[in-house]
């Protein structure tokens, strides 16, 4: 099984443009998330799934959308790319919310 | 706000030494988690002890839970150059999401 597999791992972009990360998952979980990571700041909530054609706000959700149209993937896009947002994304998901997390490889995103 | 605050924030030992890292939480917690993250690479589930629980192991892995003192910590015995890496504690105090502190990073020195 691929577990969770993240799409595209790298990406530049500029300032203004649009872009959507992908994440599939092939282990039927509920579950969904999608986080950011920052040096020194840990890992931080973008937005969530709890099932599919359901969404919701993390921690840090300004500027994110997401969808989940299939319970496999949850897709995040950023509509108007800043340089805040320059990160590294990080799909997960979980049979429950109590579960354990399976990460994908994450997803390096530079906005220039 | 993140939920769990992990301390130190790095640690260097040598091989063959203990290791051991603390993670603290604010709210009632289900269950917390601990993660391991080797550079460049997605986090890996590590163990999960529920809120009920006060000691679990897993082959060189303890970890403790206080509920009193909103706290748990990691134990790595005899670690190995290879255990190098950030460790993640995370918690479900938010609801329907895990929510993770910034991070532990060990050094294993040969």
Known sequence: N?????????????????????????????????YRQDPGMGLRLIHYSVGEGTTAKGEVPDGYNVSR??????????ESAAPSQTSVYFCASAASHTGELFFGEGSRLTVL | SQQGEEDPQALSIQEGENATMNCSYKTSINNLQWYRQNSGRGLVHLILIRSNEREKHSGRLRVTLDTSKKSSSLLITASRAADTASYFCATDAWGNDMRFGAGTRLTVKP
Request: with cysteine.
């Open chain 1, 2 to 34: 691929a577990g969770v597999t993240q799409t595209p791992k790298f990406r530049v972009l500029k300032t203004g443009q649009s872009m959507t990360l992908l994440c599939a998952q092939d282990m039927n979980h509920e579950y969904m998330y999608w």
């Open chain 1, 69 to 78: 149209l299939k319970k496999q993937n949850f897709l995040l896009g950023l």
